[in-house]
């Protein structure tokens, strides 16, 4: 599965949770993109985070703190003096509910880009800088390439100051450490800067841009920001500003990137899964777009069981197909992720 | 010249984006009124959309300008120096939400201008999170923040007293540490909207909200905060003036124009 196909994921899936607000859809979500992150993980990836200990301490934050702020709603637990600042006043289990709620959404998103982390090689996700910054894309991989080289450089520097005796007790004696850190860093940097210089690096690309490709991104910068305020006054009138300069944007940065040739090494094939991937992420968000009254779930002023409407409920299940499509992938052609593998470290 | 005006105005509708993206939770009510409530679910993904792209822009807009190979190579490496500094920060003795990764954005920012102090904050922030795996929508704000701690950073001015230079430097990560908090805070704040005293409550006045958000921010992030402020002074005061010289000294082999 190629990175473009994930990043739509992520982007649609995160819309969803962001713009429905419903505790069972959001959960639906959340088991989806859970499943998808299980399944789809690289062997390499770099680390899990406890995802049950954090999701934990999310919900019952959310919650305690919506119930510490919040004193709305019929269901009464206890009460406290109403004069306290802030915290005085009724403790309800609607606010609760609603903490819970807003808790869910904020480790849903959470989870989304967990699995956005395990699936995607870092070098992949580099990839997907738009060609447009292709200096910074090169400044981005310099430090990617130089993190270990610096890590292990921390470490040799680390043991050879233990050697003559130095122990590091407080943060003054980290000077010794850290400024030949610094220092043979910036060594590094300019015997960098000679190798690329000497095989001709900016020597004939012309960094500036043309005089109308500024000012069209001037122009779509001026239409996201247009729209965006807009959508506060006339909803969708704005996303259409917002998205027309959206569009522009990536137009503009296309036409730059293009100015540039560029090869790419064993490049991975766009295939039918990957068009599969992004119809089925974009469906749901669409679904939910056209019908979004009232799917939204808000338990004041009083508590009350959260809508579901099925054909949304069934449409958020599409989140699914990384996961249903990892291992036919991997059964057909056992080959093409080992390839994989070797090419992208 | 005109090149330059449209430079100008890029650069400045960008920061107002910047202001906008992480004020309008104070100034959207007042302005929208009434119509404010139907369209505040959609506000932090139009607001995402909308930072991501002024960063976008900017970051083409600024790589135009400061493109070489040295320039290149110095922020790779300064970019993997200061992502590194972020895997040892369990060492550091600085309870609270201390980073190392802010110190050097400050000294790189003031000695090589804040051309490069931008670049520098938004590349560490975006490089370290491709490699811990903490890619997601909070990203373009610390993106942008940090690029501003490195961008002020080369507006100070600088004296000629070593000590001074010091003193004003962990002074200004002091005022970073907070603000950094505070600004990274109104990233997630309008997702809780639930009508207590101290959230976001769409349909009120800014001066309400503004004391809204000081209850939110005293209640949950101040002490936090403070941490990374002192942290940030610590690492300047210990660390700062040889770091600084290391700097100058390279700037001047690297032949960085200042400004």
Redesign the interface.
Known sequence: MRAEGWMVWVVSAAAAVMLVHNPVYTVIVLLAARVAGVVCARSDAPFSLSLARIGGLILALSALFNMLMVHVGELVLFRLPANWLWIGGPYTVEAGVFGLSNGLVLLTLLVIFTTLNTAVSTSELVRLMPRALRDLGVVILIAVTYLPETMGQLRRIREAQAIRGHRVRGLRDWRPILIPLLIGGLERAMSVAEAMAARGYGATADARQPFFVQFLLLVGLLAVFGGWALSFWAGWPGWLLLGAGVVLIAALLWRLGRQTPHTRYRPRLWTRWDTGMVVTAVLPLIIILINRDGLTYSPYPALDWPGFDPLVGLSLLLFLFPAVVRPIQKNNNPQITQINADAFP | M??RL??A??YL??A??GV?AFAYPFV?PE??GA??D??A???????V??LA??L??L???V???A????V??????????T???R??EV???VPGGFSPIFA?IILAGYVFGSRFGF?LGA?AL??SA????????WLPYQMFTAGWVGLTAGWLPHPQNRRLQIILLAAFGVVWGILFGAIMNLY?WP??V??????WQPGTGWRDGLSRYA?FYL??SLVWDIGRAGGNA??IA??GA??VR??IR?RD??QFQQG
């Open positions: 005109t090149t449209l430079n105005l890029i509708t960008t107002l984006i906008a959207l302005l929208a119509n404010a139907a369209h679910a959609d506000a932090p993904v139009l607001t959309i909308l792209a002024g976008v822009v970051l083409v807009e790589q135009g300008q493109v070489s190979a040295k290149v190579a110095a922020l790779g490496v300064l970019t993997a120096v992502a590194a500094l895997f040892i060492f550091f003795p050097p670049l590349m975006l490089v491709l490699v811990t795996g903490m890619v997601g929508p997630f997702f809780v639930d009508g207590s005293a101290t959230s209850a209640l949950t610590l690492f210990v660390l040889p770091t290391a700097l390279f082999r690297f």
